[in-house]
């Protein structure tokens, strides 16, 4: 009986100690599962969080595609709809659009046209003033013109001279020198004074070559008005005689009369051919203004000559 009760006891503390071993077993093994199934959970909040990140990426990626707001990743991405792995810096530089320049705004822009207005008038308006400035005639520069043919001199000699004719494109012997001569009442032939030029210059409104050169042909057009053309034949006597002889050498004489009546008097190839053959040696004033007057009233077959006339002995000698 004791010895029964007693081996019943012992299978019962081991029963006792199995199932609390069991129990323990159990519990471990719960926890265990608890913990892999919290593990698991874990790991798939993360995994959807990444991938509700990465759709929510792809939803505005195709939305600014629409919008044309962002540059075409490849066709067969597209097509597809396949996301390909990437970093965040990738997925971000493909996903947000190319930084727009900021329009300005309504009175920035008219500012901005304004300014480019003001800009074009400032250089159209200089450039005309500039303009301007050089039509109008200028002393100073005239004055500087002068001297680059003078040098260091108050005039303008035969050497100085002869420069100045090639630059204007003129002759020396050509007429439309004795017209310029006459404008600006040069006083000895083949010199200007400073004071001849600035006064003729002047009232001709030249101050540079250029500008002489344009007024050419408004010298040679003064030829063609009787009353200028009588001015500047007797002050041709006076400017090309020497200045200590009151007549005009014979040699002299012919030059300056082929200059000025050799294309207009049909009857000067005769006139110069007797002067060629005569025994003059001068031509005085009163000779020479007869010859011009002669020249004008007498017609070619001197049908209308009076040999009573008050003409020249110079001029009857001829006839």
């Not at 408004?218 to 200028?228: F, V, W």
């Not at 002889?245 to 050799?262: W, Y």
């Not at 006139?271 to 007869?290: A, G, M, R, T």
Request: charged share 25%; hydrophobic share 35%; with cysteine.
């Amino acid at each position: 009986m004791g010895a029964g009760s007693g081996r019943g006891g012992g299978v019962r503390a081991r029963l006792w100690i199995g199932s609390r071993a069991g129990a323990g077993l159990g519990r471990r093994r719960v926890q265990r599962c608890t913990k892999m199934h919290s593990d698991a959970a874990a790991v798939n909040f993360q995994l959807n969080s990444h991938l509700s990140t990465l759709a929510n990426i792809h939803k505005i990626y195709h939305t600014l595609n629409r919008l044309n707001l962002t540059e075409d990743v490849g066709q067969d991405d597209h097509q597809t709809g396949s996301l390909r792995s990437c970093s965040s810096s990738d997925c971000f530089s493909k996903v947000m659009p190319p930084r727009k320049k900021r329009r300005p705004a309504a009175g920035d822009d008219l500012s901005a046209k304004k300014s480019r207005h003001d800009g074009m008038y400032r250089k159209y308006d200089s450039t005309r003033i500039k303009a301007e400035e050089e039509e109008v005639f200028s002393s100073k520069r005239c004055l500087e013109w002068f001297y680059e043919y003078a040098g260091t001199d108050d005039v303008v000699g035969p050497e100085g001279m002869e420069k100045f004719c090639e630059d204007i494109g003129v002759e020396p012997e050509n007429v439309v020198m004795l017209v310029l001569a006459w404008k600006l009442d040069a006083q000895n032939m083949g010199y200007f004074t400073l004071q001849e030029w600035l006064k003729g210059m002047t009232s001709l409104q030249c101050d540079t070559t250029e500008k002489l050169r344009n007024s050419l042909d408004y010298l040679r057009s003064l030829l063609n008005e009787p009353t200028n053309f009588k001015l500047i034949y007797r002050y041709a006597f006076d400017f090309a005689r020497e200045k200590d002889q009151r007549s005009l050498d014979i040699n002299t004489a012919k030059c300056m009369l082929g200059l000025l009546l050799g294309k207009a008097w049909s009857l000067f190839p005769v006139f110069h051919q007797f002067l060629e053959q005569s025994k003059y040696k001068v031509i005085n004033k009163d000779q020479w203004c007869n010859v011009l007057e002669f020249s004008r009233t007498i017609n070619l077959d001197l049908s209308n000559y009076d040999e009573d006339g008050a003409w020249s002995s110079c001029l009857c000698a001829h006839l």
